[in-house]
């Protein structure tokens, strides 16, 4: 399975963006998905989690209300829609498959490369 992530930038505090994983080489269907981000210096940290239909999602408390995580299996993408960003969401934004779905690191098993939030203050 291959990620590909895009959609981040420079944008001011306040302000939204919305992030797209593409996926290939696999049933897209049949993977849970994460966003997780790691900030400068700090280890990776859990964003959402979507099941293989969207029905269930989860968020880490400090996005709640303020990101969006869904899904289009015909078109074999994840968003993160996030909105009110923060300096403190300034981070590299990954999005990967998971067998599990779990809010650590290890539940995940492919990883897209990466894309780059920064929120200016």
């Known amino acids: 399975v291959q990620l590909q992530a895009s959609g981040g930038g420079l944008v001011q505090a306040g302000g939204s963006l919305r992030l797209s994983c593409a996926a290939s080489?696999?049933?897209?269907?049949?993977?849970?998905m994460g966003w997780f981000r790691q900030a400068p210096g700090k280890e990776r940290e859990f964003v959402a989690y979507i099941s293989r239909d969207g029905s269930s999602v989860s968020y880490t408390n400090s996005v709640k209300g303020r990101f969006t995580i869904s899904r289009d299996n015909a078109k074999n993408m994840v968003y993160l829609q996030m909105n009110s960003l923060k300096p403190e969401d300034t981070a590299l934004y990954y999005c990967?498959?998971?067998?599990?779905?779990?809010?650590?690191?290890?539940?995940?098993?492919?990883w897209g490369q990466g894309t780059l939030v920064t929120v200016s203050s």
């Open positions: 990967a498959t998971a067998q599990v779905l779990g809010t650590t690191p290890s539940s995940y098993d492919y």
């Open positions: 080489g696999g049933t897209f269907s049949n993977y849970r």
